[in-house]
């Protein structure tokens, strides 16, 4: 393995650098092999030859990965698309895709001998990190959102995470900003693991998202035409294409599918930029009521939009009803309980279809994020209309 900046493609041998030395740019683990499925091992671990080096005792494995990839069952029928599959994260153990990443970036911990870690979170992170933290026996500094859900709130302190809540973090870009200084000089000064899940921080970590590519394309036995990712700090969207593009290398197979990320309109950042031409993720507040994607300055912001410049995809924003109406189509057409942002791909995909009727979507994929118990406020808000009589054995009209 060896590193290559996303912004000079200086090359990098030394492989515990997270920046690049020359200009600070992103960089990116590259490898001599190319991926293989190996299936003596579990999890992401099947793909150990296409992740950072780590020895097979320092592996930890709580389940991640090996996700169901869910064939539509009328939904795509009703969308037009001939076959549309929904790739399930909510099945990872602490229900999220974080879990990936938590696994590949804490065993990477553990061979690097660190003796903490510490990160940010919006909440799926925290609790991913906080699980596989305990399993490492090593302990846990996280900052979290103020409003951060509560179920998210409670998996990390269940493993004994050390939670402090941040005033304006998630809404405000210039507190998220100085909030991402002040864990990266404090990672430096104590020589803690940055958990942070983004390319910026913690490439090594974040190489865990490719293998829901790999997973996909296995399955499938080829390239999906389409995939549809949401985009927070941008790291979902990335770490899918690179491990998409890892498979196309060298023309090995079929091409790239078309990577769509998508946004909520209450903060959008990257997809603004994307359609303004930038080359960074445009400033302003969040106001999108989405947890997951609110993420005013996206780390990775500037990486998705390098890519999508590439001619690696698209992005499209879409807003917080029509994301709680796909939460909702999940559950009844498909049978699919996720969190709102895990249906943040479907609602693009929706709008995608809605505006360009003559477009082709032959295969398409959407990321389904998180599970649906993540959230318990948006749970009530969609139930607790529905009247539950309560009866006595002898009123049972059946
Ligand atoms: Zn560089």
């Keep these: 393995m060896w590193n290559m900046c996303t912004e000079c493609e200086t090359v990098q041998q030394e492989i515990s650098l997270y920046a690049c030395p020359v200009c600070g740019g992103i960089l990116l683990p590259q490898y001599e092999s190319v991926p293989i499925n190996d299936k003596s091992q579990k999890?992401?671990?099947?793909?150990?030859?296409?992740?950072?080096?780590?020895?097979?005792?320092?592996?930890?494995?709580?389940?991640?990965?090996?996700?169901?990839?869910?064939?539509?069952?009328?939904?795509?029928?009703?969308?037009?698309?001939?076959?549309?599959?929904?790739?399930?994260?909510?099945?990872?153990?602490?229900?999220s895709y974080k879990d990936r990443i938590a696994a590949m970036g804490l065993s990477w911990a553990i061979g690097q001998g660190r003796e903490a870690c510490i990160g940010t979170s919006s909440g799926?992170?925290?609790?991913?990190?906080?699980?596989?933290?305990?399993?490492a026996d090593l302990p846990y500094h996280l900052?979290?959102?103020?409003?951060?859900?509560?179920?998210?709130?409670?998996?990390?302190?269940?493993?004994?995470?050390?939670?402090?809540?941040v005033k304006g973090f998630g809404n405000d870009p210039a507190i998220g900003k100085r909030v991402f200084e002040r864990i990266f000089e404090g990672a430096a000064e104590h020589g803690w693991e940055m958990m942070i899940t983004a390319f910026r921080f913690n490439p090594y970590a974040m190489e865990g998202v490719k293998t829901i590519?790999?997973?996909?394309?296995?399955?499938?036995?080829?390239?999906?035409?389409?995939?549809?990712?949401?985009?927070?700090?941008?790291?979902?969207?990335?770490?899918?294409?690179?491990?998409?593009?890892?498979?196309n290398k060298n023309g090995r197979t079929a091409a790239a599918p078309c990577m769509v990320a998508v946004q909520s309109e209450g903060c959008s950042n990257i997809v603004r930029a994307y359609h303004a031409g930038?080359?960074?993720?445009?400033?302003?507040?969040?106001?999108?009521?989405?947890?997951?994607?609110?993420?005013?300055?996206?780390?990775?912001?500037?990486?998705?939009?390098?890519?999508?410049?590439?001619?690696?995809?698209?992005g499209i924003a879409v807003s917080d009803p029509l994301i709680w109406e796909a939460?909702?189509?999940?559950?009844?057409?498909?049978?699919?309980?996720?969190?709102?942002?895990?249906?943040?791909?479907?609602?693009?995909?929706?709008?995608d279809c809605a505006e360009n009727t003559g477009r082709s979507f032959d295969?398409?994929?959407?990321?389904?994020?998180?599970?649906?118990?993540?959230?318990?406020?948006?749970?009530?808000?969609?139930?607790s209309e529905i009247a539950v009589p309560c009866l006595d054995v002898e009123q049972l009209d059946i």
């Design 43 to 95: 999890g992401i671990w099947r793909y150990h030859a296409s992740l950072p080096p780590v020895p097979v005792e320092n592996r930890l494995y709580l389940g991640e990965g090996m996700t169901p990839l869910i064939p539509s069952s009328r939904l795509g029928d009703k969308l037009g698309i001939g076959e549309l599959y929904f790739k399930y994260e909510g099945g990872n153990p602490t229900g």
């Design 213 to 247: 590519a790999y997973e996909i394309y296995d399955e499938l036995q080829g390239m999906p035409s389409h995939v549809y990712a949401s985009a927070g700090g941008g790291g979902l969207y990335c770490g899918i294409w690179k491990g998409f593009n890892e498979l």
């Design 363 to 383: 295969k398409v994929v959407c990321v389904i994020s998180g599970n649906g118990f993540k959230d318990g406020k948006r749970l009530s808000a969609m139930t």
């Design 278 to 314: 930038s080359r960074d993720p445009l400033s302003g507040a969040s106001t999108s009521q989405i947890s997951g994607l609110q993420v005013p300055n996206p780390p990775d912001g500037r990486l998705a939009l390098q890519i999508m410049a590439n001619g690696g995809g698209s």
């Design 124 to 135: 799926n992170a925290g609790a991913a990190t906080a699980a596989y933290a305990a399993r």
């Design 327 to 351: 939460q909702r189509l999940l559950a009844e057409e498909e049978g699919i309980f996720c969190e709102p942002a895990g249906a943040a791909s479907v609602a693009g995909l929706i709008r």
């Design 143 to 165: 900052f979290v959102l103020e409003d951060v859900t509560e179920a998210k709130l409670a998996q990390a302190l269940v493993h004994k995470a050390n939670v402090r809540k």
